[in-house]
T-cell receptor, first 112, second 111 residues
Framework: SQTIHQWPATLVQPVGSPLSLECTVE??????LYWYRQAAGRGLQLLFY??????ISSEVPQNLSASRPQDRQFILSSKKLLLSDSGFYLC???????????FGPGTRLTVT | GQQLNQSPQSMFIQEGEDVSMNCTSS?????WLWYKQDPGEGPVLLIA?????ELTSNGRLTAQFGITRKDSFLNISASIPSDVGIYFC???????????FGTGTRLKVLA
């Protein structure tokens, strides 16, 4: 069966520090991968998505970037965090050719 | 970013009551998805809808893909306390891999 992992589960980082969040999917090949951010009590904002290795589409201009170094690995990065980067970061995937999208457990990021 | 208009924003209901919520969009969608999110967790997929007019059930949940392809509805029958959470709709526009999410309906069930 397919499984999606995200780590770390929680993270507290000072302003100006770098960020690296990782997402991996098991049990499938060539999935579409997504990064969302959710502010407290709000909806989901799509940040990046990828339909293949090295293919990244950015939805929101910001100081975040994404990379897909392997088929089932999706990484969200920042060189210098801002206070406004705080939030709940969710990775999601759907099987290639399918429309059902499944979410990981999320990473709670607090920038202090 | 673009979001769907989801209503109601929140609702308190008595245990055993039926619940209805809906999402509307100015754009046509090819797919509608409904999720439930518990605090501190990722959303869990409840129902997927694939074509206009489709009516699909999952236990006490029933969802419909609107005929105009611009709206969708979710009904929960005989609510129970564990139905508490935030429900999100999501739509996938034609010709894109993106999903647009609704603003969420926060459901609270009073025992």
């Amino acid at each position: 069966s397919q499984t999606i992992h995200q780590w770390p589960a929680t993270l507290v980082q000072p302003v100006g520090s770098p960020l690296s969040l990782e997402c991996t999917v098991e049990g499938t090949s060539n999935p579409n991968l997504y990064w969302y951010r959710q502010a407290a009590g709000r909806g989901l904002q799509l940040l990046f998505y990828s339909v293949g290795i090295g293919q990244i589409s950015s939805e929101v201009p910001q100081n975040l970037s994404a990379s897909r170094p392997q088929d089932r690995q999706f990484i969200l990065s920042s060189k210098k965090l801002l206070l406004s980067d705080s939030g709940f970061y969710l990775c999601a995937w759907n099987p290639a050719g399918a429309v059902e999208q499944y979410f990981g457990p999320g990473t709670r990021l607090t920038v202090t | 970013g673009q979001q769907l208009n989801q209503s109601p924003q929140s609702m308190f209901i008595q245990e055993g009551e039926d619940v209805s919520m809906n999402c509307t969009s100015s754009s046509i969608f090819n797919t509608w998805l409904w999720y439930k999110q518990d605090p501190g967790e990722g959303p869990v997929l409840l129902i997927a809808l694939y074509k206009a007019g489709e009516l699909t059930s999952n236990g006490r949940l029933t969802a419909q893909f609107g005929i105009t392809r611009k709206d969708s509805f979710l009904n929960i029958s005989a609510s129970i306390p564990s139905d508490v959470g935030i429900y999100f709709c999501a739509g996938q526009p034609s010709g894109t891999y993106k999903y647009i999410f609704g603003t969420g309906t926060r459901l609270k069930v009073l025992a």
